[in-house]
């Protein structure tokens, strides 16, 4: 009854005309849809998805947290596609694409008839503008440094309405997956901001829906701070079923913000949410064991392509705090925590098994790409202490670690709030390093007061986090292992290479980005491997295994290792006839 009544007061509340505005639209003869060949569905209900956090912008060019791309994702559209499922290049808004021999130059047809969320055209002046807009260096995308090839942006040529030209100043390895994900901007409601250099401000999480338009399978109804994003069905989306139906079947997708995770598996129990992305080991064995009775399924992916991993801020002191210590530049401390940490421990108490231990920054089930020749070193105690004892530290009689000045070695280690795995990470850690001495403090932050810290004022001495998961192809990652990296974590805003090895780095980084040639790729970023795993920017601790969960009566799902895990086809999802198609619909 509770969910009769509630969608009672929806209909109310959305009103007749807001319910046929968002019906999909009959196919005009002028546009060319893409035909999915996904199981054919049937129109109507609400998808909601728990979310641990609020999305940090709904800006997708200056977007960097999960949070935000998980929401934007499913309003925006890309060039060309990942599949998830296949990890293949497909189609997307451009229909078909050729390279020129010497792989500098791509060609792009764009499908014909396509039109924004908001009823507009979508041509080639919409791609030029967005390229435009992610190669601005005052705007700091993160997807820019993957347009930057031989040192030189990316040319892009408008040919005609519906053909763009892309010019390298190089052969680019797997040119055509560096279009993925790069959303197309509706020049229409965005020129004037970038204009006036106000873009980086538009397209907050306060935007009103009607400044919002995309190329994806929903667009923005209305956003209620604190609770809940509500999506509606794009009614001119670009993809059909094979029964030339416009998708998508769902009426709403609903992001849900209901805080930690158990909050989420309590929503997900009973029945207010669809799906459970990314459920932690122990209540991943907590939902199994309803799971016959609770009408939902439960899925192991195995690794994900992610990596923990523990960071020390290494921003020059000017920039950071002004008391923050020197021990992390160096890189025997870093190397002893390395050796004290007991990765072991993390991926059996943190993820009950469900993970495995890391000491590089490819997680090992991507095959094509991991260095198996990377060491991995058994926890020792012992070295830990022979390496700090070499940089000149010391141990008071109480057992206190001290530097070479008689400070006492404490520091923090900051965490999301949100993320239990990382918060018990951080635990271990902090205990593990006792051992040594150190005096640990951990410290919960709401995630986008993390981020902050660690991205713009760079007030904290260290903190766990997490990357990758977007792509097996190194490329994507040209953002974290560039010196001038937008991601470049450890040392953000760097204008040159700080160390050598950073400058070594960077060459490989780059001469792997323009080898064609796998085999000569492969062993440059072998090398790259190498360089990060010997001078620990990060200190690699686990890749958990992606665990996933589903209500039965949701048809098409079908989770993949890479990200989006659950909703990289959402326009596909549909709830199957006489199972509820409402259901997950309570907020």
Request: charged share 25%.
């Amino acid at each position: 009854m509770r969910r009769l009544a509630w969608l009672a007061a929806l209909v109310l509340v959305l009103g007749s005309n807001s319910l046929a505005r968002s019906s999909p639209q009959p196919a005009q003869s002028d546009e060319e849809l893409q035909i999915t060949d996904g199981e054919v569905g049937r129109y109507g209900g609400s998808l909601v998805v728990g979310q641990a956090a609020e999305p940090k912008t709904l800006n997708p060019v200056t977007a960097a947290d999960v949070r935000s791309r998980e929401v934007i994702g499913r309003m925006m559209a890309d060039l060309i596609h990942i599949n998830r499922d296949s990890q293949r290049t497909e189609p997307a808004l451009a229909k078909s694409w050729a390279a020129s021999r010497d792989g500098r130059v791509f060609t792009l047809k764009l499908r014909r008839g396509l039109r924004f969320s908001d009823d507009q055209p979508f041509d080639a002046d919409d791609v030029v503008f967005s390229f435009q807009v992610y190669l601005d260096e005052k705007i700091h995308s993160p997807q820019r440094d993957l347009l930057i090839v031989g040192g030189k942006p990316i040319a892009v040529q408008k040919i005609d309405s519906y053909t763009v030209r892309f010019t390298l100043a190089q052969p680019y390895a797997a040119a055509e997956r560096i279009f993925d994900s790069l959303a197309m901007l509706p020049r229409h409601l965005l020129e004037k901001a970038y204009q006036e250099n106000r873009f980086t401000q538009v397209w907050n999480i306060n935007e009103s829906p009607a400044a919002l338009a995309g190329m994806g399978p929903f667009r923005l109804k209305h956003y209620v701070p604190g609770q809940r994003v509500v999506l509606e069905r794009n009614p001119y989306f670009w993809k059909m079923d094979q029964k030339r139906q416009r998708l998508p079947y769902l009426d709403e997708l609903v992001f849900l913000f209901v805080g930690n995770e158990e909050a989420q598996v309590i929503r997900f129990q009973a029945g207010d949410t669809a799906i459970m992305n990314r459920v932690n080991a122990e209540n991943y064995i907590l939902l199994s064991r309803d799971a016959q009775n609770g009408g939902y399924g439960l899925f192991d992916l195995g690794p994900s392509l992610e990596y923990n991993f523990l960071l020390f801020n290494l921003n020059d002191a000017k920039a950071s705090r002004a008391n923050r210590p020197a021990w992390f530049s160096d890189l025997r401390f870093r190397q002893a925590v390395s050796s004290a940490i007991d990765r072991e421990g993390i991926v059996k108490l943190v993820y009950a098994g469900r993970a495995v231990p890391l000491w590089g920054n490819v997680s090992p089930s991507n095959q094509l790409w991991v260095n198996q020749s990377l060491p991995h070193p058994a926890r020792s105690l012992e070295h830990a202490r022979e390496l700090l004892k070499a940089a000149g530290f010391s141990w008071r009689g109480d057992g206190r670690l001290m530097d070479g000045k008689s400070q006492t070695v404490e520091f923090s280690i900051i965490v999301s709030s949100s993320n239990n795995q990382r918060t018990k990470i951080a635990t271990i850690i902090q205990d593990d390093l006792s051992k040594l001495g150190m005096d640990v403090h951990v410290v919960p932050l709401e995630f986008r007061a993390l981020l902050d810290r660690v991205f713009q004022t760079f007030d904290y001495d260290a903190a766990i986090m997490g990357l990758g998961g977007g792509d097996a192809d190194p490329n994507p990652e040209m953002n974290v292992w560039l010196s001038s990296g937008s991601t470049h974590l450890w040392h953000l805003g760097e204008t040159k290479p700080a160390t050598d090895w950073e400058a070594q780095l960077d060459q490989l980084m780059q001469q792997q980005m323009v080898e064609l040639k796998y085999d000569r790729r492969k062993r440059l970023y072998d090398q790259a491997q190498q360089v990060i795993a010997a001078n620990l920017p990060y200190v690699f601790l686990a890749t958990p295994n992606i665990l996933v969960g589903a209500r039965k009566n949701l048809a098409n799902f079908k989770p993949a290792v890479l990200e989006p895990n659950t909703l990289w086809n959402v326009e596909q999802l549909y709830f199957r006839e006489g199972s509820g198609a409402t259901a997950g619909a309570k907020p």
